[in-house]
């Protein structure tokens, strides 16, 4: 793969990883409230469990930017395990939920199941293909960052349509 793409991929899900850290680190209580309406762990866990994600989290973020090979597939694993996590309670009907994602609150949807594991998909890409052996040049480095800041641009954007697109249908439903 050239190396270009695979910085892309790996700042890419490293700025994912880590903007979802950092929300659930400002917001405990609320990402404890998330992880408790999933309805998928006993309760008890949770409170631990809500402490710890957003280390592995940020952990992820360390080790993909760091370079750690086995960051890839544990990436991988956690955003399928997100996907399950979604495609359950979508399947029990309970769309209303925040994903938890971070940010302003979203509700469940088979845009974000799909999302998670087209990353999970390309995280398993990155691992199975590493880099070519080509230097990085300086117009390398700025096509990386201007690509990334770029995407998270896009993304942020994305985001934050689809948490309001819950209050834009009500008020094309009610006038």
């Known amino acids: 793969m050239d190396p270009v793409v695979h910085w892309l991929m790996r700042g890419g899900l490293a700025l994912l990883l880590a903007a979802a850290a950092i929300a659930k680190l400002r917001q405990p209580r609320d990402f404890h409230g998330v992880l408790l309406a999933y309805r998928l762990l006993p309760s008890r866990v949770v409170p631990a469990f809500a402490r710890l994600l957003p280390?592995?989290?940020?952990?992820?973020?360390?080790?993909?930017?760091?370079?750690?090979?086995?960051?890839w597939p544990v990436a991988a694993a956690l955003l399928l395990a997100y996907a399950a996590a979604m495609a359950i309670n979508l399947g029990r009907g309970r769309r209303e939920i925040d994903c938890g994602c971070g940010g302003a609150p979203q509700p469940l949807s088979g845009w974000l199941v799909g999302r998670n594991l087209l990353l999970a998909v390309a995280a398993v890409g990155a691992w199975l293909m590493p880099p070519a052996a080509r230097p990085i040049g300086t117009a390398d480095a700025m096509?990386?960052?201007?690509?990334?800041?770029?995407?998270?641009?896009?993304?942020?954007?994305?985001?934050?349509?689809?948490?309001?697109?819950?209050?834009?249908?009500?008020?094309?439903?009610h006038g």
């Open 55 to 71: 280390w592995v989290e940020a952990g992820l973020a360390v080790g993909l930017l760091a370079g750690l090979p086995a960051a």
């Open 143 to 173: 096509t990386v960052l201007a690509a990334l800041l770029g995407c998270a641009l896009l993304y942020a954007a994305a985001h934050q349509l689809l948490a309001n697109a819950p209050r834009h249908r009500a008020l094309l439903e």
